[in-house]
Structures are given as structure tokens and as C-alpha cells.
């Protein structure tokens, strides 16, 4: 990746297609340093505050996808894309829900590696203009000597912005993760903290209840919000336990959630049982 003021080897952002009042509950289950900003109508904005991917041994990529994997899973009704880069390389990870993610890769100088398909699946899964979109996406997937790594980054935001994503003013793919921070501190956004599973309980029904789907998901008790609750506690006890054993954060965190998102469905049939 070329370097230029501010650049820096590693650094990532995520951006949800929810407002920040969805966002939130989840990506506090993270219990991760995040800062959460709005980006556009039904978009939001996460930016990490520290750099787990330089202390853990795992590369950006993993850490982000991790996240990225968990935060779709527990809100099942929006998507997250990771945007993330390093020295050698950059990239885009579209998690949606329980489906397979979704990923394009570009090297330091801009070469396309990944392949056409996943960013056709990648503009289906956020819903863009199958026609105009695809066709601003294809020279993104082309060799361009005028084009690296960053400038890739910043041309899926253009056609995101399509889409209503409109990025706090200065935050831009391939800043520095200090300088991603400030500019995000500066525009108002807000300190993500880790307030005990009580509040996060507390949080997570305030949303399903106030939340559109809100009438929908207070009839979700009884037989099956059980089986769902189980369902995401049995698929996440083994993705924590294998996370733990790789000793990868992300995909730990990933399994976290899931545990912590079925048990909090099940702790919601049984209060909405009393």
C-alpha cells in the first residue's frame, strides 16, 4: 500500500447497515474498544480504538472478520462489512446473519485477487443496484497500475455512498488507526463501554422492543424462541471452545456472542413468561 501521510501497516474500520441504537447492544458484547458514529441514513460506523490484531498474533483480516462474523450473527437482520488493511495487502469481509462470509482481497499495489463472484454476492447481500452498482464495482475487481490497495478501499465507499453510507468527514479506509480515532472523536462519536451483562440484558430488550420488528419479536416466546435460544448456544459452545484453543480472538468473540445472544433469548422468553 502506497504510504502517504497519515497511512499506517494495519487498521480497519466496520460499517453496519443499522442506526447506531441496533448497533449498539451487540457491538458492546464485543467488549472491545470501539467508537460508534452515524454514517448515513440506516448506516453506522465502528471504529476500533486499539489495535488487538498487533498483541494477539492473528493478522487484521481474522480479528475484523471475528467481529464482523459475530455483530451479523447477533443482529441476523443487518450486515456488517469490514474494510481492513496491512502492509502487504487489503481487503473487504460482508458477514450477513448465519451465512458464509463473504470476502475480496487486493494486494499492497492494488492487484485484485479475489474472485468476480464474491463481489456480486457481496453487492446482492447489501442490497446495491444490480446494474449500476455491479458495474461500479467491476473496475474495482480489474488490474490498474494507477490504483493501489488504499484507493481500492476508498472506491467501495463511493459506491456505498450510493446506498446512503456517508462516512464522518475525514474518516477515510487506510488512515492510521490513531488518526482514524481522533477524527472520529472529533465528529462526535461515541465511547463504546462494557457496562456487565445486567445492562446488556437491560439494552438488548430495550432495542427488540423499540425496534420496527419490536410487535413481531415480543411474540417470539414460548416453543420457539426456546429452540432459537438453543440453537445459537449449541452452535456457540464449540465456536468458542475451538477460538479458545486456536487462541484467536475473533473467532472466540464470535462464539461469545453467540452464547450470550441465545442466552439472552432465552432469559427473554422466560421474562416475558413472568
Not at 485484485?112 to 456480486?120: F, H, I, T, W
Not at 456517508?166 to 488518526?179: E, H, I
Not at 438453543?230 to 479458545?244: E, F, R, S, T
Request: with cysteine; proline share 7%.
Amino acid at each position: 500500500m502506497n504510504a502517504t501521510p497519515g497511512s499506517s501497516p494495519s487498521g480497519a474500520l466496520l460499517l453496519c447497515r443499522a442506526d447506531p441504537a441496533a448497533v449498539r447492544p451487540p457491538a458492546q458484547l464485543l467488549r472491545e474498544h470501539l467508537l460508534l458514529a452515524p454514517a448515513g441514513v440506516d448506516w453506522s460506523v465502528l471504529v476500533p480504538e486499539g489495535k488487538p490484531w498487533l498483541h494477539g498474533g492473528e493478522s487484521v483480516e481474522h480479528v475484523v472478520t471475528g467481529w464482523a462474523t459475530a455483530l451479523a450473527v447477533s443482529a441476523s437482520t443487518w450486515p456488517v462489512l469490514a474494510l481492513w488493511w496491512d502492509r502487504d495487502r487489503a481487503g473487504i469481509t460482508l458477514a450477513a446473519g448465519f451465512r458464509r462470509t463473504v470476502g475480496y482481497t487486493w494486494l499492497a499495489d492494488g492487484t485484485p485477487v479475489g474472485e468476480d463472484e464474491a463481489m456480486r454476492t457481496f453487492a446482492a447481500r447489501l442490497a446495491l443496484d444490480p446494474v449500476l452498482d455491479v458495474q461500479a464495482l467491476e473496475p474495482l475487481t480489474q488490474p490498474d497500475t494507477d490504483a493501489d490497495a488504499r484507493s481500492r478501499l476508498v472506491g467501495i465507499v463511493a459506491v456505498l455512498a450510493r446506498a446512503g453510507l456517508t462516512l464522518p468527514t475525514g474518516l477515510v479506509p487506510g488512515d492510521s488507526a490513531d488518526r482514524l480515532r481522533s477524527v472520529a472523536l472529533a465528529q462526535g462519536a461515541e465511547q463504546l463501554e462494557w457496562l456487565g451483562w445486567r445492562d446488556a440484558v437491560r439494552a438488548e430488550l430495550d432495542v427488540m422492543e423499540e425496534g420496527p420488528l419490536g410487535p413481531y419479536l415480543r411474540d417470539l416466546r414460548g416453543p420457539r424462541a426456546r429452540v432459537l435460544g438453543g440453537v445459537q448456544l449449541a452452535a456457540g459452545v464449540p465456536l468458542l471452545v475451538w477460538g479458545i484453543g486456536r487462541r484467536s480472538g475473533g473467532w472466540a468473540a464470535a462464539g461469545a456472542l453467540l452464547v450470550a445472544h441465545g442466552a439472552l433469548g432465552l432469559a427473554y422468553d422466560r421474562l416475558r413468561d413472568r
